[in-house]
């Protein structure tokens, strides 16, 4: 489990459904400094946020884990 590359896709994802990290933050219940943490791999998404976080960026949790889509 690779931060930097978790970060990385998180990033990805949010701009292929064309939201900022403000309005992912909102979605979430989070700041958007918090995703920005996130995106540049500084820290993981909580526990307790995960599943939100994979339903609000239509992946799995194998596939946030891994950093890539399945298909791939």
Do not use: H
Not at 2 to 8: D, F, L, M, R
Not at 14 to 23: D, H
């Amino acid at each position: 489990m690779n931060q930097t590359i978790i970060g990385s896709y998180i990033a990805k994802k949010r701009r292929e459904k064309n939201l900022t990290q403000e309005q992912l933050a909102e979605t979430l219940g989070i700041s958007n400094k918090t995703i920005s943490k996130w995106e540049n791999g500084k820290c993981m998404p909580d526990y307790s946020i995960i599943q939100a976080l994979c339903e609000a960026l239509d992946v799995t949790l194998p596939e946030l884990m891994d950093g890539e889509d399945a298909a791939e």
